[in-house]
């Protein structure tokens, strides 16, 4: 999991298992971030369409911007205006192929997931370092 800002630099990142959905990994990514700041709003794609999650991050002063799923049985909660921004999500897949330059972060070769964190976590400072 990976939070950028408006430019694609990173904020914070968190690892976990792959069978872990990614509504529960949202606010321990938010916890775990870079800057004292927090985000004022999240986009996500279609997995983030959790009304529980948008009810949790609400709470916290954080909107959530994604997509409703096709099959939806609640009503709306998204409008027009606010998936505008949802096109900009393609900077987060950005920072994805950045941190994928980095050989150790494309695979997880080690076997404790604090090690691999910490690559990643490397590689995300190096990022930061090239844009301040």
């Not at 990173?10 to 792959?18: D, K, L, N, Q």
């Not at 800057?35 to 529980?52: H, N, Q, T, V, W």
């Not at 900077?91 to 050989?103: D, P, S």
Request: net charge positive.
């Amino acid at each position: 999991m990976a939070i950028a800002d408006a430019s694609g630099i990173p904020i914070s990142v968190w690892t976990t298992g792959a069978s872990t959905h990614e509504v529960k990994l949202v606010e321990q990514t938010i916890d775990k971030r870079f800057i004292r700041e927090k985000p004022k709003r999240i986009i996500g794609d279609l997995a983030y369409d959790s009304d529980p999650l948008d009810h949790r991050l609400k709470k916290k002063k954080v909107k959530l911007i994604a997509p409703h799923k096709s099959n939806r049985k609640k009503q709306a909660t998204q409008d027009g205006r606010e998936l505008r921004r949802y096109c900009r999500r393609w900077k987060v897949e950005r920072l994805f192929a950045w941190i994928q330059n980095f050989r150790r972060c494309v695979v997880r070769y080690e076997v404790k997931p604090e090690n691999y964190l910490a690559f990643v976590q490397l590689s995300c400072f190096v990022i930061m370092t090239k844009y301040f």
